[in-house]
């Protein structure tokens, strides 16, 4: 039979956050119901709410979830009912062209469900990143729940599902940051200091976290920034000579961009040392455009990549870093700046967009 919950949907382009009833089918082949128990609130479901990702509305938003499996479909083995997952949007296929040539990360082919949770009229909603977590109950492919160690706060480890293994695995994966590198990450919110934790695992020595807001670069301090620079009175080459200042001259190794605007990619891209690299893990909008000359691009050599969810395997790093977590040595409680009942969501994104909060963390 399939359940009726309450869910939290945008339904148009700039439409306040709604809450509403939605309908679970039962699980397919393959796909199973989860009872959510924590999903933080990620800047990318604002994006969504905003129209920023796509058009595909009513979006059913919230993607960094942790909960139970409660009812399997049929022929799932990967999880059993009861198990305490973290639900991930790269659930690897084994077989696209980035499967096959052993860069699973790069999954171009991720199973999601496929049949479609609904409003009580029908209507199919578009579940954020393949999930749809900000309600009791959400319909996922079995292989978007990976295992944890169920000794773990939800709140806290529900977050690898997104923007803090964004973050990490920004520094720790598509960086490549090792020990004695010297890292810049502008913009720390929670995945901008979740990149400042991973270079801090990495073993970088210089970490210069770079934000126009105080708080924040007081949150990347406690998180292990070495230094930090307020960007609010500098324009873009400021930003870039405070970089060098701290970096001997040079500029450093890796220069993260947490925020993905232009102006911060541009500050990334002449920030870092010659030969560096660029990490984008902020995702812009479709409107944003860039303009670089072409001789700098070839002059400054090194390498320009982004991040896709820190180029993370789920299965991989997250009962590794949950392991880390529960041994004290990576902080994911210091992500959870508050938690929130389901009808908070709007409220939260205005803290997001005040500097408030690292992660507000919905409860179910
Ligand atoms: N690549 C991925 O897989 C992935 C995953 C999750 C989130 N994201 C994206 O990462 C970005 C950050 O997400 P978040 O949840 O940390 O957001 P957030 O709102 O919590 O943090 C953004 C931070 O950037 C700062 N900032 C904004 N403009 C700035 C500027 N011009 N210079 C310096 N700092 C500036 C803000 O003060 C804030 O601290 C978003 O674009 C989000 O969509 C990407
Ligand atoms: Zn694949
Ligand atoms: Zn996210």
């Known amino acids: 039979m399939p359940i009726t919950v309450q869910g939290a949907i945008a339904r148009s382009k700039g439409a306040p956050v709604e809450l509403t009833s939605i309908v679970i089918p039962d699980p397919g082949p393959g796909e199973v119901v989860v009872d959510i128990e924590t999903c933080g609130v990620c800047h990318t479901d604002f994006h969504y709410k905003e129209g920023g990702i796509n058009d595909d509305f009513p979006f059913l938003l919230g993607h960094e979830a942790a909960g139970r499996v409660s009812v399997i479909g049929e022929g799932v083995t990967h999880v059993a009912v009861g198990d305490f997952v973290v639900l991930n949007w790269r659930a690897v296929c084994g077989d696209c062209r980035a499967c ?5 990360w790069y999954c171009f082919n991720t199973f999601n469900a496929t049949q479609k949770m609904t409003l009580t009229d029908g209507t199919e909603l578009s579940p954020a990143l393949g999930i749809g977590a900000f309600a009791e109950k959400t319909l996922v492919h079995e292989k978007q729940c990976t295992r944890v160690n169920q000794d773990a706060d939800p709140a806290a480890v529900g977050l690898l599902g997104c923007g803090i293994m964004a973050g990490i695995g920004a520094a720790m994966n598509t960086g490549n940051v090792s020990h ?42 406690e998180l292990g920034a070495t230094h930090r620079i307020d960007s609010s009175g500098l324009d873009e080459d400021g930003v870039v000579a405070a970089v060098q200042a701290l970096t001997g001259g040079f500029g450093a190794d890796v220069v993260i961009d947490a925020v993905g605007r232009p102006e911060t990619w541009r500050q990334a891209f002449y920030a870092r040392d010659l030969a560096g690299t660029v990490v984008l893990v902020g995702v812009p909008t479709p409107d ?8 700098d691009v070839f002059g400054r050599g090194g390498s320009l ?9 789920p299965e991989r790093d997250f009962p590794m870093l949950t392991d880390l977590y529960l041994q004290g040595r990576l902080p994911l409680a210091d ?16 803290k997001m967009a005040s500097g408030d909060v690292l992660r507000s963390v919905v409860v179910l």
């Open 100 to 104: 096959k040539r052993a860069e699973p």
């Open 180 to 221: 004695g590198d010297s890292v810049a990450v502008i913009g720390c919110g929670g995945v901008g200091n979740a990149a400042v934790v991973g270079s801090r695992l990495a073993g970088a020595s210089v970490i210069i976290a770079i934000d126009r807001d105080a708080k924040k670069l007081q949150k990347a301090q």
């Open 288 to 295: 944003m455009m860039l303009e670089i000359p072409l001789l």
């Open 305 to 313: 990549k982004s991040s896709w969810y820190g180029d993370c395997l």
């Open 335 to 350: 992500f959870v700046s508050e938690r929130i009942g389901i009808d908070d969501i709007e409220a939260a994104f205005a």
